[in-house]
């Protein structure tokens, strides 16, 4: 719950789902540092709403042998909380935690939710972190696509992210016609992401922590960038637009190393000093997504990638902001296309990008918020959440 996603993609939701009456008891591995940082923030949020959450130690790296702990670990902590509270649902996020799910279900008869977050196994392959080539690897990832067949099969209700990995997981012939799945997109918070509640003069402060101009042409980027988001193919875009705009900057609202970025540039002969670097509290994005003409995100195109709901395209529709993605990634193009909320390209070469040099001018932001509110608004999200809730126990 100290990362990012977790303010952005957890806590939200169970905040506002607590308000209609039901009690969350929040099971979270947290990063030692980050947790040191800001586990006193994070209390505070969860007690507002009487959420208990029950943080563990993630300890990172260490091999197999680490992570079987972990689990082990999850499994004797959400067991005991059951046998104190009694808990009616187990919502688990993703694989790792749908294996207690499943237990607990078989072992105590909790209703078992497989909120899956995509296709995680094949995710790893596809991410170049499991080689199957590789006899371990291999072994873990056939284990773990055994276990997302039965995860399918013994859940009361699963939450896909996007309609397009929806109809993948219908289309298998292991999956048993009567499943019941929602589609849950990766939710924005509009209370936050509202660009009405940004003033010029926090733009023109934001402009001068950056070292930008007013009058100079803001292409950006939020978020991490990690092994999915094509940062070259995104810093030769760039370099077109730079063309056609000699006084463009490159905004990157992220975590990552800015030294890194700039050498990446520097590569690609840009010059680094077009690139301009800034890592902030979650709460601070929508400031510096106010400063951007323009956004930007390029991701693999690959199989596991059908699942994929990327958090950023909900925060910068919400702000009005129109961007440039690839297809092939969940449902990104079509909401794109269908909410004229900016380009989508299908291929990564200078002629496709020369093709597509976004002009905000073509686009209308008041049209691109009112898509996101339509498609990504985390209210309609906790309806879809409240409404799975109810249908489990018919």
């Known amino acids: 719950m100290t990362d990012p996603l977790g303010q952005s993609q957890v806590l939200p939701?169970?905040?506002?789902?607590?308000?209609?009456?039901?009690?969350?008891?929040?099971?979270?591995?947290?990063?030692?540092?980050?947790?040191?940082?800001?586990?006193?923030?994070?209390?505070?949020?969860c007690d507002e709403d009487g959420i208990y959450w029950h943080p563990q130690h993630y300890a990172q790296g260490k091999g197999l042998k680490n992570t079987l702990r972990q689990v082990r670990r999850?499994?004797?902590?959400?067991?005991?909380l059951h046998c104190k509270h009694n808990f009616d649902i187990v919502h688990c996020r993703s694989y790792i935690s749908a294996l207690a799910g499943m237990r607990m279900k078989a072992k105590f008869g909790t209703k078992f939710i497989f909120?899956?977050?995509?296709?995680?196994?094949?995710e790893r392959v596809d991410g170049g972190l499991w080689d199957l080539n590789n006899f371990l690897y291999k072994r873990i990832y056939n284990y773990f696509k055994r276990k997302e067949r039965a995860f399918l099969k013994e859940a009361d209700y699963v939450i896909s992210l996007t309609e397009n990995g929806k109809n993948e997981m219908l289309s298998w012939p292991s999956t048993?016609?009567?499943?019941?799945i929602k589609v849950i997109p990766c939710c924005t918070n509009l209370e936050l992401f509202d660009p009405s509640k940004i003033s010029e003069e926090l733009k023109e402060a934001c402009r001068n922590?950056?070292?930008?101009?007013?009058d100079q042409f803001v292409l950006g980027y939020i978020g991490s960038i990690g092994t999915w988001y094509m940062l070259p193919e995104m810093m030769d875009y760039f370099k077109e637009l730079q063309a056609e705009k000699p006084n463009a900057k490159f905004l990157f609202v992220t975590a990552e190393s800015e030294e890194r970025l700039k050498e990446v540039a520097k590569e690609k002969g840009i010059d680094p000093s077009a690139i301009t670097v800034i890592s902030v509290l979650h709460h601070?994005?929508?400031?510096?997504?106010?400063?951007?003409?323009?956004?930007?995100?390029?991701?693999?195109p690959s199989y596991s990638k059908k699942a994929s709901s990327p958090t950023k395209q909900g925060e910068i529709m919400a702000m009005g902001v129109?961007?440039?993605?690839?297809?092939?990634?969940?449902?990104?193009d079509l909401i794109v296309s269908n909410y004229k909320a900016g380009k989508v390209i299908d291929a990564f070469d200078i002629q496709t990008y020369k093709d597509n040099l976004i002009d905000p001018n073509e686009?209308?932001?008041?049209?691109?918020?009112?898509?996101?509110?339509?498609?990504?608004?985390?209210?309609?999200?906790v309806n879809r959440f409240l409404d799975v809730y109810a249908k489990i126990y018919e």
């Open 209 to 214: 922590k950056v070292g930008i101009n007013k």
């Open 13 to 45: 939701y169970i905040k506002m789902l607590s308000r209609h009456g039901y009690k969350f008891h929040l099971i979270s591995y947290e990063k030692p540092d980050r947790f040191a940082k800001h586990k006193k923030v994070i209390q505070e949020i």
């Open 115 to 122: 909120d899956m977050r995509g296709f995680w196994a094949d």
């Open 74 to 80: 999850l499994n004797k902590v959400a067991f005991y």
């Open 284 to 300: 601070e994005v929508p400031h510096y997504i106010s400063l951007m003409n323009a956004s930007i995100f390029f991701i693999k």
């Open 322 to 332: 129109p961007l440039i993605c690839n297809s092939n990634v969940g449902d990104t």
């Open 363 to 381: 686009f209308d932001s008041k049209e691109i918020a009112a898509g996101a509110k339509d498609y990504f608004a985390l209210s309609e999200g």
């Open 176 to 180: 048993d016609s009567d499943i019941r």
